[in-house]
Structure formats: C-alpha cells, structure tokens
C-alpha cells in the first residue's frame, strides 16, 4: 500500500469521468432573487454541486452586475465579473414589483427548496412575498437573506454596503497591511465571496435539519459578521494583550517563519512552522546552525517579535539571490513550505491547476470556449462542474414559465406585453452575442 | 425606513437574538466526526463549523498536543494553548493517539468505524502508506466520509511533491495576494509596495469553509445512496475560487487582477481615504451615486471636471489617483464618524456607502455587534474569561453556537476511549506507559 496511492488518486478524480458522476444537490431547487455579488455566488456555489437555480432578474435590465464591466469592457456583450457569480443558472426576466409578477414568484417558490436575497432588508416583505408569505406557502423553505450589516441591530437600518463596507467594518483592513501605512483594501470582494460560502453551508445545515423534520427555516447572515468569525485571534489577542492587533505585512505573527520574500525571478512565500521543517530550512539556506540558535531554535521562541522579524529577514536576504524555481525544489526536499506568488495569467497556464479542473473550462453553447475558476472542493463521487454559463436577461423565461409554472405560449406572451415577463433590452450586459441566431437556446 | 420593514426586522430578531439560540435543535447532532488535522486551521476552523452545528468533534492530536495550540501571536499561551486554537477548540472533545505507533493505528480504524466524517492535513498519502488512509477506512466502512486538506490537494501532477499546508502558501498561490497591496510607483520601492497577503489566515479559514460545506454536499449524497466519499480540498483553490472575475477575465482578453492599494480595478470611487481620526471606506461610483458623494462632500463641480465625468472615466486609474486627492481634502477633516452621519442625513438622489476603518478595539464596542452577539465570553474552568467570535448563521430553527471554548491537551481521552471502545482506566493506562495515548 501507499505506493501507488497518486495513481489510485488520479483514477478516483479522473477529470474525464467528472459527468458521468452524480450531482450532490440534484433535486434541489433554489430560487435566486439576488443581484450584484453575495447573493448570486451564494447561489452559484449551490448550483456548481448540482442545485437548479433559478435566477430572477427584472425584466430588460436584469441585475445591476451586469454594467459593472471591468474596464468598461463588455466581452461578447456579457461581463466577465458578472459571470463569475453566474454559472449554469436559469435565467428569467420576471417583474418583482409587479403584482402579477409576485403571484408567479409566489407559485415558483412554492415548488422550490431554498430561496437566496441579497436585497435591502425588508423589500421582499414590502412586495408581499417576504419569509412568512412564502414560508405559508412552503413550510419546508430554506430561505437566505444576506445583507451588509443583518436584518436587524442599528446598523442594519438604511445604511448602504458594499464588499469594501465590510472590510473596513470588521476590521479586517485595519489588520491587513504594512506597519506605519494606512490599513489595506484586500484586492477582491472577499466579504461577499466568502460569506457566500459561511451562507452556503447554512443554506445546507438547513437542509439536513429538514431532511429529519420536513421544517425549512429562515437564515440572516451579514456579510461583515461573517468577516469577523473569519479574523482568527484578533479578537482573544485584544482582550487578553489589551491593545489591538497591529500590521505586520506579509510576516505571519503567530507562526515563524511565515512570510512572502522577493527572489530574483519573483514572490514566494516560505513557511516553517514545526521545528522539523524550519530545521530543513536551515539546512536549505546551507545555515544549519541557524535552527540551533536559541533565539530560534524553537517555535515559541522563533514567536518573540524581535526574533521573528530577524529570523524573516535572515530569510529574505537569502532568497533574494536565489530563483523560486531552486527555493521550491528546496522546499520539497527539505520539507518546508514554499510557494509562488501566482497571477491569473500563470494559474491558467498551470497543468496541475488545469488538471484538477481549478481552471474549469466550458464550451459554452452561445459564448464559444471560456475558462472560469472551477468548483473548489474536489468531491470523488459527486464532484462539482459548470455546464454553461451565464446567460442573458430571460434566455430561459420559456422553459422555466411551461416546464415549472406550466404556462402556455399564449399566457406567457401576455404576460411579456404587460411586461410582467421580459428578455433583455438592447444593451451590452443583458442582451447576447452581436448575431447570435439562437445558437444556445433552451426550449424555445 | 418603512413600518413593514421594520416590524419585519422585529420579526427576525426576536427569532434569532442571541438569547434564543440555546433552547433550539441543533441541525448536525447526527454526525460524529473526527478531526485529525495536524498544524492546521481550515481542518480546525471545518470541524469548528460543524461543531457549532451540533456534530460531535472529537480531536485526535499528537501525545503532547497539536503544534497548532502553539501558533499564537508572541507565542502567547494561556496553560497549555496559544490564542488561535482557543478561538478553534469550540465544542470539541481533546483526545490523543500517536498515529505513529502501530497500536494507535488499530485504535484510530476502530474510532474511524464509529464514525461519519474524518478530517485530516497530512502530506497526501502519508496515512495510505500507513494502512490508515481513506482507502483502507473506506473498503470496511463504505459510507464514510474524508476530507483531506493540502495545498497542491491529493491528485494532478503537483500533488506527489507536496508541502506542508500553510495559510501563507494557500494565498500566494490564490491570485489574491498579487490583487492585493499598495500600487508600485517609488523608486526605489518601498518595502510595503508589493503584494500583500490578506492579514488574517484567510488561506486556511477558506480551506475550512469549503471542508465543511463539502462534507455536508457529502452527507446528503450519503443519505441517497448509502457511500461516502473523499473529499479533496486545497485550500489554494478555495481561495482562487474567492478572486472574483480574475481567471474568466483572463481568459477572455488575457487581462487580469494586479494591485492597486486602497483604489480599486475598475470602479470609483471605491476605495479607503483618509479621515481626520483615521480611514474609511466610501463608494459613489454609479453617476448618480458620485453626484450624490459630491452633493455630501460639497463639490458640485467635481462631476463636471472632465477626469471624473463618467463611470468609465473614474474607472481609469490615472484619474482615480486624483480623485483619490479631491475626496481626501475633504474626508481628512472630518472623523469616521462624522462622514457616515453626513452620509446618512443626506436625502437627494443615489446612494453613498461609508463605514470607518475599524480598529479591532473600535468593532468590540459597537452596539451592532453587541446586540448580534457577534462576539461571546466564555468563561472557562480551565482557560479563563475568553472573548471569542460567535458564530454569525442567525438561523430560525437550528442555530449554530458555542457550548464551551476549549479542552485541554487529552482532557477527553478516557470519555472518547471507553465511550466508543470501551476502554477503561487500566487499559489506559497501559496504552499512556507505552506512549500511544
């Protein structure tokens, strides 16, 4: 045994089976009445393990992610940011002001398993479709709200949000950063892209609860609380030191060493933690005695600020001089820890990250081939994919309006001169592919 | 506010308010769960995600302890446990074996049979070669569920060279951290002008937040068809999975994240300015939102200024910079405090977002947080008074909570032992004289 074991790895995650696999969440319909960017990946990573999400969107417009282009730069008339959070979902272009709009919301959630909004807390209740309505309806909902601050407290009153709200708000810029500057924005909507896994794994909880009662329930989650469960010791470190945390860059302070260094050919980060790895360190700097030093010699005194900071520098002035390619091959036969610093134009290019279908590509019935982060959690027997992905506003109000609601041709058509239901308007963002001829359509 | 929205947000609270939570059913007190992760938060932070569900957690360390109760800041430790692992050992049992010993081995295949979910981090295939591995588990106990955490994960052609799972190797690898840090411009640079790491071990608190979620996509595929599975998390990819449009962008004009510092890729303003007791964030990016900013801040003629005219003009980073400077003349003689109540009294046309940047002392005294009980105290037999995160799902039916802060080193092993193998005190004791326990 053990010999072979990436060889029977490599067959039980075999990439070319990943479709003949079943789907955790087949049979589980979520209905998305979200826009921007917590609510929608809130959805997308149910969808990417198997659920049916049905994404709501006004008609025309659809959701306001869609003109947050990057670089003001459509691709094919869709946004690159909005297909992040948009994979394999059902699009429908359906009116939530709207009466007639709320009465066919009310019948598709009737016939759904969850419910995710990421709206101003009390809108949905506003329209008379709000959590008792439909939970009236459907006992066995899960529904989700995310928000900023929660659906309750003072801060949850009329005060807008944004991922960078939350950043700020938590804290976690205050503890990002270089000593002596300002506190740093981290570089992606991390408040809202991890909270939409912290509300997934509720969204789930949920669930099993209600395989074993058959009761759904209701889930507040706030993306800022969700940021400050994250922030490890900062908050024991307070209480107990009696000052708050402080910057410290890349040198971790409650592991050493642990920090990001500069070699002659780019950024690697380099981390010892065990006294056996920093002892293979040492040995890889060819400064063996360094790992029998007392100021050093063991983790908690490598954990002295002063020491910390010597011992990372002593680090980096070695590094500096060698390739992150020679410091990765160290690192694997000294058994430390060291890794590069990685831009998307590397991950994409990466085999091991292709392989493992971190890069995830899709030949996409109305967009051609893209590549998109894949599912992260690699499962063996029901492992996540995207099968399309995003679409424009209503691409597939036909096939959800007959399939689920069982309209006919002639009501839906009704319903699209009332403008009740709609497709999308004429605008990069909504609308598909300059002649596009039907290429990708479902059911129409 | 509106009435509906507010007896709605009445509603909520009085169904999720922090002194609702322990009379209610707990959603995962079905699971049984062991958490053999070494030197790791995302197994610890998976098994603390569970165990705030109500799944029993039992955590196997090493003789001695996990080296994770000594990653703490200054080496900081109260007793036996440094800061970290006190925030992480809520609602788990502490018991030891040495994995090492062959008769530990036996012991943890009989644990492992009376058990649903196994979590470990060992260098892939280390347990395997021990005859412990989720193969060897699985052929006697089918339905069993394993979540192995490493960076480069258990498959693809990086996997057989593995490296110990560090948070800070998690990030690099992400994307995030080369998105993240202040802009190049000096020169020579400054040594805080490259790309930064997210402060907090977000690379291991991803790990564990999609360990958790898998397990729980791995229990509802059990519950259908009666097989477990393993479950292959990196906590590199749970991280590049977090990097918003970066790899679909790339993919579609080859363009990609890079750092900005404190403006943003894309959109402004977006971003932290200074203040005149500090930083804050504000964001008025759409048209009518900048007006709105500009109405509050008093410039009118900001919008008109051809640099700053349309979203795709403030979206051009040579013309953030300045904007940066315009909106800094006037939020750096105000506080915090004061923009967000100027924010808040406006009443025109679009939408400003502000909050201060919060120093960690500054969040524990919000009332938000206080109400929400964001934050708990634990007060400890052994640890003391402990201020720890709560858990921020406020759910209706099965809240997640905190039962107990931490167990000490082994403090649970006899419980565990004779509960599920029935060993009592002598045969313990044996097993402690030769070191297994």
């Not at chain 2, 090492?100 to 492992?112: N, P, W």
Request: hydrophobic share 45%; proline share 6%.
């Amino acid at each position: 045994m053990g010999d072979d074991y990436f060889e029977w790895t490599e067959r039980l995650f075999d990439p070319g089976q990943l479709f003949a696999k079943p789907e955790a969440l087949e049979g589980v319909r979520v209905v998305e009445a979200a826009h921007i960017i917590m609510g929608p990946v809130n959805a997308d990573y149910l969808g990417e393990f198997g659920a049916e999400v049905v994404k709501v969107e006004l008609p025309g417009s659809g959701d306001n992610m869609r003109y947050v282009i990057p670089d003001g730069r459509p691709w094919k008339n869709g946004n690159p940011a909005f297909f992040n959070v948009n994979h394999s979902k059902y699009h429908v272009g359906l009116d939530l002001h709207r009466p007639e709009g709320q009465a066919l919301f009310r019948r598709l959630v009737a016939r759904s398993d969850v419910l995710v909004e990421n709206l101003v807390p009390g809108t949905l209740e506003e329209w008379g479709i709000g959590y008792r309505a439909l939970s009236e309806l459907n006992p066995r909902l899960v529904y989700v709200a995310d928000s900023g601050f929660g659906q309750w407290g003072p801060f949850s009153v009329g005060r807008a949000s944004y991922d960078g709200v939350a950043q700020v708000a938590s804290g976690l810029a205050a503890v990002s950063g270089f000593p002596g500057r300002p506190p740093l924005k981290i570089g992606v909507w991390i408040g809202d892209y991890f909270g939409a896994i912290l509300a997934a794994v509720a969204v789930l909880a949920a669930l099993e609860h209600r395989e074993r009662t058959g009761k759904g329930q209701y889930v507040d989650f706030a993306q800022s609380e969700g940021l400050i469960r994250t922030m490890d010791w900062t908050w024991l470190y307070r209480d107990q030191a009696g000052r708050d945390r402080e910057r410290s860059g890349n040198r971790d302070q409650a592991i050493a060493p642990s920090d990001i260094v500069a070699c002659r050919d780019g950024m690697i980060a380099i981390a010892a933690g065990a006294d056996d790895e920093f002892r293979g360190l040492a040995v890889a700097m060819g400064r063996a005695e360094v790992a029998d030093d007392p100021r050093w010699k063991t983790l908690d005194a490598r954990l002295r600020p002063e020491a910390n900071a010597e011992l990372c520098r002593l680090v980096a002035a070695w590094a500096a001089s060698r390739t992150v390619a020679e410091l990765e091959a160290l690192a694997a036969r000294h058994g430390f820890a060291a890794a590069p610093v990685l831009d998307a134009a590397t991950i994409h290019a990466d085999p091991h990250f292709r392989h493992r279908r971190a890069v995830f590509p899709v030949d996409d019935g109305v967009y051609g081939p893209l590549a998109d982060a894949g599912p992260a959690p690699k499962l063996s027997a029901t492992p996540g994919r995207h099968k399309w992905t995003a679409r424009p506003v209503g691409f597939h109000n036909d096939y959800v309006l007959t399939r689920l609601l069982g309209l006919s041709r002639e009501e839906i058509r009704q319903l699209e001169a009332q403008g009740v239901v709609g497709k999308w308007a004429d605008r990069p963002g909504a609308k598909p592919p300059d002649g596009w001829a039907g290429e990708g359509a479902v059911f129409s | 506010m509106t009435d509906v929205a507010r007896e709605w947000s009445e509603w909520v609270r009085e169904r999720t308010a922090p002194t609702t939570v322990a009379a209610k059913p707990e959603a995962l007190d079905h699971l049984r769960v062991l958490d053999v992760s070494r030197a790791n938060f995302g197994g610890l932070f998976a098994s603390s995600l569970l165990a705030e569900f109500g799944a029993e957690v039992i955590r196997l360390e090493p003789p001695g302890g996990d080296l994770a109760r000594r990653f703490s800041p200054e080496g900081r430790m109260i007793g036996d446990t440094g800061l970290a692992y006190l925030v992480e050992g809520r609602n788990k049992l502490a018991t030891t074996l040495a994995l090492e010993t062959v008769e530990g081995r036996a012991l943890f295949q009989r644990l492992v049979g009376r058990a649903d979910v196994v979590i470990e981090a060992f260098r892939p295939g280390l347990l395997d070669s021990w005859g412990i591995g989720y193969r060897q588990c699985a052929a006697e106990h089918p339905g069993l569920i394993w979540v192995a955490l490493a960076t480069y994960g258990q498959f693809g052609p990086r996997a057989p060279r593995a490296i110990p799972d560090y948070d800070v190797a998690n990030q690099a690898l992400s994307g995030v951290v080369f998105a993240t840090g202040e802009m190049p411009g000096s020169e020579p640079p400054e040594p805080w002008e490259v790309p930064t790491k997210i402060g907090t071990w977000m690379g291991w608190y991803a790990a564990g937040a999609w360990a958790a979620f898998a397990v729980l996509l791995a229990v509802r595929h059990r519950r259908r068809s009666g097989l477990g599975q393993l479950v292959d998390v990196s906590g590199a990819e749970g991280l590049m999975r977090l990097a918003n449009y970066n790899l679909v962008w790339h993919a579609m004009y080859g363009k990609q994240l890079f750092r900005v510092g404190n403006v943003d890729l894309g959109i402004y303003p977006y971003g932290i300015v200074k203040t005149r007791d500090g930083y804050a964030f504000l964001a008025g990016f759409s048209d009518v939102n900048f007006r709105a900013l500009c109405a509050i801040m008093g410039r009118p003629d900001l919008p008109e200024d051809p640099r700053f005219r349309t979203f795709l003009d403030r979206a051009r980073l040579e013309n953030m910079v300045p904007l940066k400077a315009e909106i800094e003349r006037w939020s750096s003689q105000h506080t915090g405090d004061e923009i967000l109540a100027k924010v808040q009294a406006y009443r025109g046309a679009g939408i400003v977002a502000t909050a201060k940047a919060s120093v960690p002392g500054e969040v524990l005294v919000e009332d938000h947080w206080r109400e929400r009980g964001a934050l708990t105290v634990v007060d400890d037999p052994v640890y003391g008074r402990l201020l720890l995160q709560a858990s921020p799902l406020h759910m209706t039916e099965t809240p997640p909570r905190v039962k107990w802060a931490c167990r000490p080193v082994g403090a649970d092993t006899e419980f565990v032992f004779g509960k599920y193998l029935g060993l009592g005190r002598e045969a313990l004791a044996e097993l402690r004289a030769r070191g297994v326990v």
